[in-house]
């Protein structure tokens, strides 16, 4: 059975101070790994889709990793506007399109 | 481009009363889903048309149906609500089955 599992469920960082968001997952025949940021009241909006081991993709202040059992969204020098909800998707070989998400990591950044 | 839309945007149903909600896309994208997401879960299918003419159920589907009216729209119903229908429900689209989904406002809905 598919899974994703993101860590830390909420993290608290002071501007400035970079981290890291896990998504580990379980899936027979990986298609795709979607990040997206979700807002108070609001639907996901997309990030990221990485489709294989080794591949990095980055955007503004966001970089997101993929291994063959997790991904990584690094996340450098935070400013206060990222404060959201991330959440981690992934898509198996043989589904139709579905995803399975994660329950998501929810970042503060406090200025 | 609106993207993806969906109304109405807050709900409240009492137990045993039908309704449906709308969505409809301006991308031209060929599949359309439908999730639920609930406090300390992640976002769940609901139902899928992976293109205009088909439909599928996907991992919550009972309770509900779905009709896909044309290319554009996706709607979903809910034939007798029950209070473990309370959920925030979201649609979804893409290009194709594989393709990245792009995700509306959301319809927020409580059964009584």
């Known amino acids: 059975e598919d899974q994703v599992t993101q860590s830390p469920e909420a993290l608290r960082l002071q501007e400035g101070e970079s981290s890291s968001l896990n998504c580990s997952y379980t899936v027979s025949g990986l298609r795709g790994l979607f990040w997206y940021r979700q807002d108070p009241g609001k639907g996901p909006e997309f990030l990221f889709t990485l489709y294989s081991a080794g591949e990095e993709k980055e955007k503004e202040r966001l970089k997101a990793t993929l291994t063959k059992k997790e991904s990584f969204l690094h996340i450098t020098a935070p400013k206060p506007e990222d404060s959201a909800t991330y959440l981690c998707a992934v898509q198996d070989g043989g589904s139709q399109g579905n995803l399975i998400f994660g329950k998501g990591t929810k970042l503060s950044v406090k200025p | 481009n609106a993207g993806v839309t969906q109304t109405p945007k807050f709900q409240v149903l009492k137990t045993g009363q039908s309704m449906t909600l709308q969505c409809a896309q301006d991308m031209n994208h060929n599949s359309m889903y439908w999730y639920r997401q609930d406090p300390g879960m992640g976002l769940r299918l609901i139902y899928y048309s992976a293109s205009e003419g088909t439909t599928d159920k996907g991992e919550v589907p009972n309770g509900y149906n779905v009709s896909r009216l044309n290319k554009r729209e996706f709607s979903l119903r809910l034939e007798s609500a029950a209070p473990s229908q309370t959920s925030v429900y979201f649609c979804?689209?893409?290009?194709?089955?594989?393709?990245?989904?792009?995700f509306g406002p959301g319809t927020r809905l409580l059964v009584l």
């Open positions: 979804a689209s893409s290009q194709g089955p594989v393709e990245t989904q792009y």
